[in-house]
C-alpha cells in the first residue's frame, strides 16, 4: 500500500519517476512529461495487480502453515508471479527446464501431439499446481504446457525452492503435504479414466469439474475425455434428452 500511495500522492512529480525507474524499469524517464500522468496510472493497475496475485498465494498457503511478514517478503522478492496470455506455450516437447507452474487465476493443460493431433492430459485451474516430468528426469519433456485462458501463475524452480528451504524450513512441509495431495488425487483421475465409459468420464467432469464446460473449448475438452469432438456433441445431446425424459 505505502508504494501505490506514494504513486498517487506524486503522480508527475519528479520524486514519483525516482521512485518507478529504481523499483521497476530505468527507461521510463524517456516519457514526456505530458504522458507521464496517464503512465503512473497503468502503474497503479498494475501494482494493483501484483498485489492482488501474491494475496491469492498466501491466502492458499495459509491454508496449511502460517506466514510471518518476512516470509512473505522473501516470496515476494523472488520474482516468482507472472500473468501470461491466453495462448501461451510456457513448454514444448523436446524442450529441457527445470520450472514447475502453480495456477493463482485461470487454467493450463498438459497435452501430447500424435501424428499432428493434441492429445490433452490434464487441466489446471486455480490453486493447483504442475511440475513437468522432465524436471524430475533431466530429460528432454515429452508434452506440452500451454495456457488456455489469460492467467496468473507462479514460476519457480529447484533453486528458488532451495533458497526458501533453507530460509525457511517449514516450507518443506507445505510442498510434502501438498505433493502427497496431487499424487493421490492424479491416481484417482486416472484409475477413473481407465475404468470409466467416454459418458461416465464426461458425467464425472460435470460433478467434479463443471466450469471446465465453459472454460475449455470443445475440441479440448473431447481430446481430454479421449473421444472426438462429433463424438461429445453427440454424447451431450444424449445426455441433454435422457435428463428431459
Not at 17 to 39: D, E, G, K
Not at 185 to 212: H, V
Request: hydrophobic share 35%; proline share 4%; net charge positive.
Amino acid at each position: 500500500m505505502l508504494f501505490t500511495s506514494q504513486i498517487i500522492v506524486c503522480g508527475n512529480k519528479p520524486q514519483f519517476w525516482s521512485t518507478i525507474t529504481n523499483h521497476c524499469y530505468p527507461n521510463l524517464l524517456s516519457f514526456p512529461s505530458q504522458n507521464r500522468t496517464a503512465v503512473s496510472r497503468v502503474f497503479i493497475v498494475m501494482l494493483k495487480k501484483k498485489r492482488t496475485m501474491q494475496n491469492l498465494l498466501f491466502d492458499f498457503i495459509s491454508k496449511y502453515i502460517s506466514l510471518t511478514e518476512d516470509e512473505k517478503n522473501t516470496i515476494i522478492s523472488l520474482n516468482i508471479f507472472h500473468t501470461v496470455k491466453k495462448g501461451t506455450t510456457l513448454l514444448k516437447e523436446g524442450q529441457n527446464s527445470k520450472d514447475g507452474y502453480f495456477v493463482l487465476k485461470g487454467c493450463i493443460r498438459t497435452f501430447y501431439i500424435v501424428e499432428g493431433e493434441e492429445k490433452t492430459t490434464a487441466f489446471y485451474t486455480e490453486m493447483e499446481g504442475v511440475t513437468p516430468n522432465c524436471v524430475l528426469s533431466n530429460e528432454p519433456s515429452k508434452y506440452y504446457i500451454a495456457t488456455t485462458e489469460d492467467s496468473i501463475i507462479t514460476i519457480s524452480n529447484p533453486d528458488i525452492e532451495a533458497e526458501i528451504f533453507e530460509k525457511f524450513p517449514k516450507f518443506e512441509k507445505l510442498c510434502r503435504i501438498m505433493s502427497e495431495e496431487l499424487l493421490v488425487k492424479e491416481q484417482i483421475n486416472f484409475d477413473d479414466f481407465k475404468t470409466s465409459s467416454p459418458e461416465q468420464r464426461y458425467l464425472n467432469m460435470l460433478q467434479k469439474r463443471p466450469d471446465l464446460i465453459q472454460r475449455v473449448p470443445q475440441h479440448q475438452l473431447a481430446s481430454y475425455l479421449g473421444i472426438k469432438p462429433q463424438s461429445l456433441s453427440r454424447l451431450r445431446a444424449r445426455i441433454l434428452e435422457k435428463n428431459k425424459s
